[in-house]
């Protein structure tokens, strides 16, 4: 079946770029999303991917998809203590699949 | 401002107890979902409706109940047939069902047992 998975925890330096990665299974997804999750709260929609682009760009965040490997990043520039937060990749299909499939979530750990 | 609220934010069970977990959102979303986040663990998916009066089971259904009435409120209940409930739950909404719509979320509500 469907499968996403990612690292658990990334740690980086404050000012430095983080990559969070992502790699799925089934190809045949439309659409793959970032989502971010701060502690104690709801998940916030970051950025999301149309399948037949290669990169999105928005301000400090950079995706790239490469459809071959099956893999997905983020890329946050100048990463901040404002960016500690799990990071979620999803997996959407433009079918009648109502689901997002989901990853386990990475940890972004910032160190001063 | 338009958004997803759920309440309460914590809410305790005891045992053999049923509790209901509230979720509006006024998006006009036609779709909206439950998922149940445990730690270290990803979102799964309790239930999801695609429309009003109308909703479908999702990955890990057994010892949940929702309802559809309203276009914007769609409430789980947590009933005693739920052994192991103590999580965080999560309710979302999009535009359509569909896995090319974005998922909007609320901030949650952490359920404990008492």
């Known amino acids: 079946g469907e499968d996403v998975e990612q690292s658990l925890f990334l740690s980086v330096r404050e000012g430095d770029s983080s990559v969070i990665n992502c790699t799925y299974t089934?190809?045949?997804?439309?659409?793959l999303y970032w989502y971010k999750q701060e502690p104690g709260a709801g998940l916030q929609l970051l950025t999301y991917?149309?399948?037949n682009m290669d990169m999105k760009q928005d301000q400090r965040l950079t995706v790239l998809l490469n459809k071959k490997d099956k893999h997905l990043s983020l890329r946050i520039a100048d990463t901040q203590t404002g960016d500690s937060a799990i990071y979620f990749c999803?997996?959407?299909?433009?079918?009648?699949?109502?689901?997002?499939?989901w990853g386990a979530g990475t940890k972004l750990i910032i160190k001063p | 401002d338009g958004g997803i609220t759920q309440s309460p934010k914590y809410l305790f069970r005891k045992e053999g107890q049923n509790v209901t977990l509230s979720c509006e959102q006024n998006?006009?979303?036609?779709?909206m979902y439950w998922y149940r986040q445990d730690p270290g663990q990803g979102l799964r998916l309790i239930y999801y409706?695609?429309?009003?009066?109308?909703?479908q089971k999702g990955d890990i259904a057994e010892g949940y109940s929702v309802s559809r009435e309203k276009k914007e409120s769609f409430p789980l209940t947590v009933t005693s047939a739920q052994k192991n409930p103590t999580a965080f739950y999560l309710c979302?909404?999009?535009?359509?069902?569909?896995?090319?719509?974005?998922?909007?979320f609320g901030d949650g509500t952490r359920l404990s047992i008492l």
């Open positions: 979302a909404s999009s535009m359509e069902g569909w896995g090319n719509q974005p998922q909007h």
């Open positions: 998006l006009n979303h036609d779709a």
């Open positions: 409706s695609q429309i009003v009066n109308d909703f």
């Open positions: 089934d190809s045949s997804s439309t659409y």
């Open positions: 991917i149309f399948s």
């Open positions: 999803a997996e959407g299909f433009m079918d009648s699949n109502y689901q997002l499939i």
